[in-house]
């Protein structure tokens, strides 16, 4: 792989600490992924119904052939460098991100961060309705300029030498609009891992992130049994067996993430499956139909992953498992700063008594959506762009 950083004289204005950067990937890197897809080696497949046991064969065959014949990364490629593309120096790591700069002369500057098995390529069919609202019926004075980085290990950020944290991450991402972008104030948005890493920052710079806006409630520590109340305990009972068929990966990315990454790495296809059943199972949970999702977005994020190598993204879920407060606040302790959630019916968790979410953030505005996944952004984006704006207005 080849990525093609370029430097422009005087482009970066003000405080701006960071370096152009255009997305570029070698045709040999193109030419090796279409042959190995035409040489995939298919597994035995069980008597059952698409789905139950896993990516669906007879899907992912078609998924595969899509890729090899008709599929194009250069489209994709200039999907991101529509947007203008830059890398910063962070605690010893290069680290990319997106930015657009906002309508008018008032707009908020908003960090949104991805999680996986996701990327930026869920962000970028919302960049421009966020940062230009105007240009689809909405006002000038909602505008934000939006900043969407990769996570260390993701995409075009370096990766890390060692396994890090989603609070690292937050800590990186506080330097990168304060130091390096020069925002004393902004917002914040996350699902997936990106809540946890949003919800974090807010934790820890409040003088810094003004509002913060998630699609997952990533902290969701309970009281102990004996003062938890009834809907509480009916919740966590019932979201424990809901995420119990889910957690395989988890577990696996958690404890063993380098055996797994010889097949990842190895593997166009197995990589597309180990990520792909998720974007079927965290939306259609139980379906027998298609993920709800156009195949070359779906294989843009699978490319992103194949490029720069999967393995160093898994690491962050060796930290959820190590560590018991990853997800969890110091006791007695709560995110501060005005939240706002939008829960999707078919995400990972069963939508939390507010209870729950008020023991550990300042929850001052929930929607609880009649549709969509986890993958919010990509699967119904202007429910999501919508709900931010409309979350972040009183905050302006």
């Known amino acids: 792989m080849a990525q093609k950083a370029t430097r422009e004289k005087d482009v970066l204005r003000g405080r701006m600490d960071a370096e152009p950067f255009t997305v570029f990937v070698d045709d040999a890197v193109l030419l090796d992924v279409q042959d190995r897809l035409r040489r995939t080696r298919w597994p035995v497949e069980p008597t059952a119904k698409p789905w139950r046991f896993g990516a669906s064969q007879e899907y992912m065959k078609r998924v595969a052939a899509y890729w090899a014949h008709e599929y194009d990364w250069r489209r994709s490629e200039a999907a991101i460098n529509r947007f203008k593309n830059y890398r910063a120096r962070i605690d010893e790591l290069d680290v990319h991100f997106i930015m657009e700069r906002g309508s008018g002369k008032n707009a908020k500057p ?3 961060t991805h999680g996986w098995p996701g990327s930026i390529i869920e962000f970028l069919g919302v960049i421009e309705p966020l940062a230009h609202p105007e240009r689809f019926g909405g006002h000038e004075d909602d505008a934000f ?3 969407v980085p990769s996570i260390p290990g993701f995409a075009f ?4 030498s060692v396994p890090m944290s989603l609070r690292d991450v937050g800590r990186m991402w506080r330097s990168l609009m304060v130091d390096h972008l020069g925002f004393a104030s902004f917002f914040a948005q996350g699902g997936d891992m990106g809540s946890i890493v949003s919800s974090w920052m807010a934790f820890e710079y409040p003088e810094h992130v003004a509002a ?4 997952l409630a ?3 520590a309970a009281p102990p049994p004996d003062q938890q109340t009834s809907e509480e305990r009916e919740w966590l009972a019932k979201n424990a067996e809901w995420r119990r068929p889910e957690d395989g990966y988890r577990t696996q990315q ?5 055996t797994l990454a010889y097949g990842l790495t190895d593997s166009p296809v197995g990589l597309a499956a180990w990520m792909i059943e998720k974007f079927h199972g965290w939306t259609v949970p139980g379906e027998t139909r298609d993920p709800p999702f156009d195949l070359d977005e779906l294989l843009a994020n699978v490319m992103v992953y194949w490029i720069a190598g999967p393995n160093a993204a898994s690491w962050f879920y060796i930290s959820f498992i190590e560590d018991e407060n990853a997800r969890r606040l110091p006791e007695g302790e709560s995110v501060k700063v005005p939240t706002g959630v939008l829960i999707c019916p078919r995400d990972t968790n069963i939508p939390p008594p507010d209870s729950i979410i008020r023991r550990n953030y300042n929850l001052v505005r929930r929607v609880d959506a009649a549709r969509g996944g986890h993958f919010v952004a990509l699967e119904q984006p202007a429910l999501f762009v919508d709900d931010v704006r409309t979350f972040f207005r009183a905050y302006r």
Do not use: E, K, W, Y
């Not at 913060?212 to 699609?215: K, P, V």
């Open 218 to 220: 990533s902290f969701v």
């Open 145 to 147: 300029t939006v900043i």
């Open 110 to 112: 908003l960090i949104l």
């Open 212 to 215: 913060l806006h998630i699609n």
């Open 157 to 160: 950020s370096q990766a890390p």
């Open 254 to 258: 958690g404890t063993r993430p380098q």
